[in-house]
Structures are given as C-alpha cells and as structure tokens.
C-alpha cells in the first residue's frame, strides 16, 4: 500500500502560489503550476477544482487566465486544505463485516474505531494549528523543525 499523497500536493500548489503572490498578484496557470511539483498539469486542475469549491483558490478566465488564492496564505490552515479534497482519516475499517462468530471479528470494530477516532481527532488538531504561510515560511528558511504554535 502507498500513502496517499493528494494533501501533499494541495499543500505544494498552495504554497508556491504563495510566494508568486508576494511578487506579483497575476494569476498563474496550471502549467507553471505542475513544474514546481513534477506532475501532470491535469492533476494541478484537478485538485485546484476542489480547492476552488472550498473557497480556497479563485479561476480567472480571459487573457490572464489561471488560478490566484482565494484567501491570505496566513488565514488558510492544513485542515481546510485536507477537507476540500474530501478524504477521510488516514484508516479506515474494513468495508467488509467480520465473522461475528469469531472472537476478534465480534469485537475487533468498536475498539479500532475508538483508535482511529482519536487519532483522527490529534490529526486534525495539528492541521487546524498549522497555515501554509507558516509551511512556506518554514520551507523557505530550510527549517527542519517541524512548526510549532
């Protein structure tokens, strides 16, 4: 199985636009976009399209056509960012019930939703304290400490 890297992706694009927009306030294209993160221009669009639905990123169309921030970089957190893209926690139960006859499968699926359920809850607490001004900032300055509130 490989980690799921859509919340790593969103994070670059926004983070690159940020320090475009510092300076200089056009609006930059998908293209340009997905040079800075090594992928398909499609996949930039993509998850600017959901980044746009939740508010986070505006489309010009026209002669200056492409995409600028919704929002200040300071005033976005990570947990904005992961709930556009519309994923869920990092685990999840297995979509198949389990043998109720069997010890483990009876009581396996209450205990790991309390583990996940808190975990969830931790992941999203440090999402919410972390913007990508703070990120690029941090990326920047070379930093390897990881942001601290």
Not at 33 to 48: E, G, H, K, M
Request: proline letters at 7%; hydrophobic letters at 40%.
């Amino acid at each position: 199985m490989s980690a799921n890297s859509r919340l790593t992706v969103a994070v670059h694009i926004l983070s690159w636009m940020t320090l475009v927009a510092r300076t200089r306030a056009d609006p930059v294209t998908s293209e340009r976009i997905a040079l800075s993160v090594n992928t398909n221009p499609v996949v930039i669009r993509r998850t600017l399209g959901l980044m746009q639905k939740a508010g986070l990123v505006r489309s010009h169309r026209g002669a200056n056509a492409g995409w600028t921030l919704a929002r200040s970089a300071g005033a976005i957190t990570l947990r904005e960012v992961f709930a556009a893209l519309g994923e869920g926690g990092p685990f999840a139960l297995h979509p198949s019930p389990p043998n109720a006859s069997c010890p483990v499968g009876r009581g396996i699926q209450p205990v790991l939703g309390r583990v996940y359920g808190a975990l969830d809850d931790l992941i999203e607490r440090q999402l919410s304290q972390t913007t990508i001004e703070q990120l690029l900032d941090e990326t920047l300055s070379g930093t390897s400490e990881p942001n601290r509130p």
